[in-house]
């Protein structure tokens, strides 16, 4: 089994910085693929960046060039660094891990962004 632990969100004014942080801890594998995916009210839940154990990343749209998303292998903990933050980033942020066949979630961070 496999827990993730977020911490991180908050209040910030548009055009504040947020970091995130999410620790796994359990049975992980040598490779896996962690990441942070975030809900808005009345939206489905989207992919927000990725990046593998050997550090290769990818984002939506939206967010390149504003959050950087990095990690800690010997620490199984990722990290997402949101910088010019904008309101329409308000959401529940989760982190995302997925090894082998299974996928597992953390239990949510609000991030909320005001004008």
């Known amino acids: 089994q496999v827990q993730l632990v977020e911490s991180g969100g908050g209040l910030v004014q548009a055009g504040g910085s947020l970091r995130l942080s999410c620790a796994a801890s359990?049975?992980?594998?040598?490779?896996?693929?962690m990441g942070w995916y975030r809900q808005a009210p009345g939206k489905q839940r989207e992919l927000v960046a990725t990046?593998?154990?050997?550090?290769?990343?990818n984002y939506v749209d939206s967010v390149k060039g504003r959050f950087t998303i990095s990690r800690d292998n010997a620490k199984n903990t990722v990290y997402l660094q949101m910088n010019s933050l904008k309101p329409e980033d308000t959401a529940v942020y989760y982190c995302?891990?997925?090894?082998?066949?299974?996928?597992?979630w953390g239990q949510g961070t609000q991030v909320t962004v005001s004008s």
């Open positions: 990046i593998t154990t050997g550090g290769s990343t």
């Open positions: 995302n891990l997925k090894q082998v066949v299974r996928n597992y």
């Open positions: 359990g049975s992980i594998a040598s490779i896996n693929i």
